[in-house]
C-alpha cells in the first residue's frame, strides 16, 4: 500500500497510555501532559473517555461520572486539543466490564451471576472510601444497547477523537438468566454449571457477538475512525478477533511478582507479536508492555535491564510498541520507567520507516498448538537464533507452506484431513517436516513419516539415553564427540515401514531405577547399550523430508534446557535447509535474532537477553559474526548499524556476506542495503 493512502493508524505507531487514577485528575494539566507525552517519543496516546468512569460530563443514564473532573472546563476536550497540536493522535480508551453498584441496584440483571445467583464483585475487600465495583455481562444489554453503544455515540458527536479501545472486553464466565437463555438457544442444551464444561466456543462467540454490536455502532457513526481489540497467544479465536475489529493488540506482561519460578518465559512478547503477525493483510499488531512488575506492584518500575528487553522484543520481532504506565509523568514516583521510554521509543523511531510495510524473512514455520509443546520448540528456535513464523492450521495452506523450507509439528496437533493433505504436498514438493511425540492413527500421516500403524505408548523413562547412529548424521552436528545424549520421558515405540527410511538415532533403555543411578558407581554399566528402537526416523517423500522423533524433544526443552537438546532440535531444523540457510550467527544462548526484507533490502534485529532473569544488568555481547546468503548476483552497496548509526565493515566469499556486530547491548538492528 501507497504511504501517502494510508490511514493514519496503518503507519508507525508510538503509544504511550498514561493509566488514570480518578483522584489524581486535578493533577492533570492538558497542555503540559501532551508536551510531556511528545518529548517522550509518543505519537499518539491512549486516554481515559468512558465506562466505569465518564471522563466528561456524559449524559448517558447509568454512566457514572469521574467526581474528581472539573467544573470549570471539559477536561477530555482541552487534552484531545493539546494532543492534536502537538501531532499526537487520540485514543478513546473505554472499559465496560465493571460498574459500580449504584448501577448494580438500578439494573441487576446487567451483571454477571455465578451458579448461587451472586453478582461478582471486584475489591470488596479494597481499603479506603470507594464504592464496589462489579462485573457486568457480556451479553446484556449494558455492554451493547443500553449503556455502551449510547456511550460511544456521545463521544463520537461531541470530541474528535481518532481511535477507540476497549479495555477488559473479555467473557467473564456468568450463570445470569440471559446467558442461560442464549446457550440453550445457540446449542440445544442447558448452560453447564462448571465453567470448563462450556462449549468450546462459547466464550469466544459472546465476545464475538458484543464487539460485533460495539463495532458495527462505531462504523455507522464514524467509518474512519478504527477500533481496536485485544487478542490472546492461548485463549482466544484469532480469526474472531480480527473479524470484528480494525487494529489488533497484545498484553505479554511481564509479571515478576508470580514470583522467580512462575515469571513469563523470556519468548512471550515474540510470539505474541509473531501470532498477531500470522493474520495477512493487516497493521502490525500492537504489543502492549506495562511498565511495572505486576499489577500488585503497580506503582514501581520493572527493572530497567529487564524493562529494556522485554520492550525491545516488539519491534524487533514486527509489532508497534504500547507503552502502559500507571499515571501521568507527574504521578509516576519511579523516574526510571520515563527514562527507559523515552530512550527506547527514539530507538524505535530509528528504524519505524525502514520497518513499514517490511516482510518476515523466515524459513521455518511453527505450528502454533498454544501448548507447552509449541511453547517448548519456541525456546528452542529463540535461542538458536533460528528465524520462524507461527502458523494456525487454518492457515496453512499449499500456498502459505510454500514460503518455507521447514515445517514443525509439535505433539499434540490436531491432523484433519485437509490439513494432513497439505502437509504432503509441501514434503513432495521439496518441505521438511519434523513432528514429535505420540500420533493419531492416520494413515497417510503415518506413511508421510515412514512408520507403520503398529504404534504403542510405553511408560514414563529416566536414566535413558538417545544413540546418534551412522557416520556423517546430520542430527549430531556439533555433538561429534558425543554418542549419547540424555534422554527423558515417554516413548513411542514405532519401527519403520519403507526402504526409503534412515533410523539417525535409538533409544538406550535405561540402566537402572531412579533410586539407584548413583549407588554404587561400580554397577553403572549399561545392560543394553543398543537397541533398534528409533528415536529419529528421517523418511524421503517426493523431493522432501519427513523426520519423526518419537519422544517430546519440546518436553526435554522447556523441562531440563540442556545445550545438547538445543543443538539437537537446531540439526532437526537445519535438514530443510540443505545448502541454502539464510542466516547464521555466533550462538548466544539468550539472544533473539529476526529477519525482515523490504525493497530489496535486509533487515536483521538482534536483542540481548542474556543472564538470569529478571535481569538486574545488562550482559554485553561481544564480536557477533552474522553470515548472510545472497541472492545470486545481488550487489552489497552497504551496511549498517540504524539504531547506533553507524556503518559496519563487511566481506563476501562466495554467496555469503559476513559482518562483525564488536558489542550488543540490548537491542540493534542491521540494515543490508544492495546495488
Given at each position: 500500500m501507497n504511504a501517502q493512502s494510508k490511514a493514519w493508524w496503518q503507519k508507525p505507531l508510538r503509544v504511550i497510555q498514561p493509566n488514570l487514577q480518578v483522584r489524581d485528575t486535578e493533577r492533570i494539566d492538558p497542555q503540559r501532559l501532551a508536551a510531556q507525552m511528545k518529548d517522550m517519543g509518543a505519537n499518539t496516546i491512549v486516554f481515559n473517555v468512558g465506562g466505569i468512569y465518564a471522563w466528561y460530563a456524559t449524559q448517558v443514564k447509568y454512566h457514572t461520572v469521574n467526581e474528581f473532573l472539573p467544573a470549570s472546563f471539559d477536561l477530555l476536550k482541552e487534552v484531545i486539543t493539546a494532543c492534536h497540536r502537538e501531532n499526537i493522535r487520540f485514543i478513546a480508551r473505554f472499559d465496560f466490564s465493571k460498574a459500580e453498584d449504584t448501577v448494580y441496584l438500578q439494573r441487576p440483571q446487567w451483571f454477571v451471576r455465578n451458579t448461587e445467583g451472586e453478582p461478582q464483585i471486584i475489591g470488596a475487600k479494597r481499603p479506603g472510601n470507594w464504592s464496589m465495583l462489579m462485573s457486568t455481562c457480556?451479553?446484556?444489554?449494558?455492554?451493547?444497547?443500553?449503556?455502551?453503544?449510547?456511550?460511544?455515540?456521545?463521544?463520537?458527536?461531541?470530541?474528535?477523537?481518532?481511535?477507540?479501545?476497549?479495555?477488559?472486553?473479555?467473557?467473564?464466565?456468568?450463570?445470569?438468566?440471559?446467558?442461560?437463555?442464549?446457550?440453550?438457544?445457540?446449542?440445544?442444551?442447558?448452560?453447564?454449571?462448571?465453567?470448563?464444561?462450556?462449549?468450546?466456543?462459547?466464550?469466544?462467540?459472546?465476545?464475538?457477538?458484543?464487539?460485533?454490536?460495539?463495532?458495527?455502532?462505531?462504523?455507522?457513526?464514524?467509518?474512519?475512525?478504527?477500533?481496536?481489540?485485544?487478542?490472546?497467544?492461548?485463549?482466544?479465536?484469532?480469526?474472531?478477533?480480527?473479524?470484528?475489529?480494525?487494529?489488533?493488540?497484545?498484553?505479554?506482561?511481564?509479571?515478576?511478582?508470580?514470583?522467580?519460578?512462575?515469571?513469563?518465559?523470556?519468548?512471550?512478547?515474540?510470539?505474541?507479536?509473531?501470532?498477531?503477525?500470522?493474520?495477512?493483510?493487516?497493521?502490525?499488531?500492537?504489543?502492549?508492555?506495562?511498565?511495572?512488575?505486576?499489577?500488585?506492584?503497580?506503582?514501581?518500575?520493572?527493572?530497567?535491564?529487564?524493562?529494556?528487553f522485554w520492550l525491545s522484543q516488539i519491534p524487533a520481532h514486527g509489532g508497534s510498541i504500547w507503552h502502559s504506565l500507571t499515571g501521568i509523568p507527574d504521578t509516576i514516583g519511579d523516574k526510571r520507567i520515563l527514562e527507559v521510554v523515552s530512550s527506547f521509543n527514539k530507538n524505535v523511531e530509528k528504524i519505524e520507516s525502514y520497518m513499514e510495510d517490511a516482510a518476515p524473512l523466515s524459513q521455518v514455520a511453527l505450528m502454533w498448538t498454544a501448548d507447552s509443546a509449541a511453547e517448548g520448540w519456541a525456546d528452542g528456535l529463540i535461542n538458536n537464533q533460528t528465524p520462524f513464523d507461527v502458523l494456525l492450521t487454518e492457515q496453512a495452506t499449499v500456498e502459505r507452506l510454500s514460503r518455507y523450507k521447514t515445517l514443525i509439528l509439535p505433539e499434540g496437533m490436531s491432523y484433519s484431513e485437509s490439513f494432513t493433505e497439505n502437509v504432503i504436498s509441501f514434503v513432495e514438493q521439496g518441505g521438511h517436516v519434523v513432528a514429535e511425540g505420540a500420533l493419531p492413527d492416520n494413515e497417510k500421516l503415518l506413511e508421510l513419516l515412514g512408520i507403520s500403524g503398529e504404534m504403542l505408548s510405553g511408560e514414563s523413562l529416566v536414566a535413558s539415553y538417545l544413540r546418534f547412529e551412522g557416520s556423517g548424521n546430520p542430527l549430531q552436528k556439533g555433538l561429534e564427540q558425543t554418542e549419547l545424549i540424555a534422554h527423558r520421558g515417554r516413548v513411542v515405540y514405532c519401527r519403520t515401514a519403507s526402504d526409503n527410511t534412515e533410523v539417525l538415532a535409538t533409544l538406550v533403555p535405561p540402566f537402572s531405577p531412579l533410586e539407584s543411578v548413583g549407588a554404587p558407581p561400580e554397577r553403572a554399566s549399561l545392560p543394553v547399550s543398543h537397541t533398534d528402537l528409533p528415536l529419529a526416523v528421517l523418511n524421503r517423500r517426493g523431493l522432501g523430508t519427513a523426520l519423526y522423533l518419537p519422544f517430546s524433544l519440546s518436553h526435554l526443552i522447556n523441562e531440563y534446557k540442556l545445550v545438547e537438546h538445543y543443538l539437537f532440535l537446531s540439526n532437526c531444523v537445519e535438514i530443510g535447509y540443505g545448502e541454502n540457510k539464510l542466516v547464521e550467527v555466533t550462538p548466544y544462548h539468550g539472544m533473539q535474532l529476526t529477519m525482515f526484507e523490504k525493497d530489496g533490502a535486509r533487515l536483521v534485529h538482534l536483542v540481548n537477553g542474556a543472564g538470569r532473569r529478571p535481569l538486574a544488568t545488562t550482559v554485553p555481547l561481544y564480536n557477533i559474526e552474522l553470515r548472510l546468503l545472497l541472492d545470486e548476483g545481488a550487489e552489497v552497496s552497504g551496511v549498517r548499524r540504524l539504531i547506533s548509526e553507524e556503518p559496519l565493515d563487511y566481506t563476501i566469499a562466495g554467496n555469503r556476506l559476513t559482518v562483525t556486530v564488536d558489542r550488543l547491548d540490548v537491542w540493534e538492528c542491521l540494515l543490508v542495503e544492495f546495488k
Open positions: 457480556i451479553n446484556s444489554a449494558y455492554r451493547s444497547e443500553a449503556v455502551a453503544i449510547p456511550v460511544l455515540n456521545e463521544v463520537l458527536d461531541r470530541y474528535e477523537i481518532d481511535g477507540i479501545f476497549f479495555n477488559a472486553p473479555n467473557f467473564v464466565a456468568c450463570s445470569c438468566e440471559i446467558c442461560k437463555r442464549k446457550y440453550k438457544q445457540r446449542y440445544g442444551i442447558e448452560l453447564p454449571s462448571e465453567p470448563n464444561n462450556y462449549e468450546p466456543d462459547w466464550a469466544s462467540t459472546c465476545l464475538r457477538d458484543n464487539m460485533d454490536a460495539v463495532y458495527g455502532a462505531i462504523k455507522q457513526k464514524n467509518p474512519e475512525v478504527p477500533m481496536i481489540l485485544y487478542y490472546n497467544l492461548y485463549r482466544d479465536n484469532l480469526f474472531d478477533r480480527a473479524q470484528t475489529t480494525d487494529m489488533l493488540c497484545t498484553e505479554p506482561q511481564d509479571i515478576l511478582s508470580l514470583g522467580h519460578h512462575h515469571i513469563p518465559e523470556f519468548w512471550k512478547p515474540a510470539l505474541s507479536i509473531k501470532l498477531g503477525r500470522s493474520l495477512p493483510d493487516r497493521p502490525v499488531p500492537f504489543g502492549i508492555v506495562h511498565s511495572s512488575p505486576g499489577m500488585d506492584w503497580r506503582h514501581t518500575g520493572l527493572p530497567p535491564a529487564e524493562y529494556r
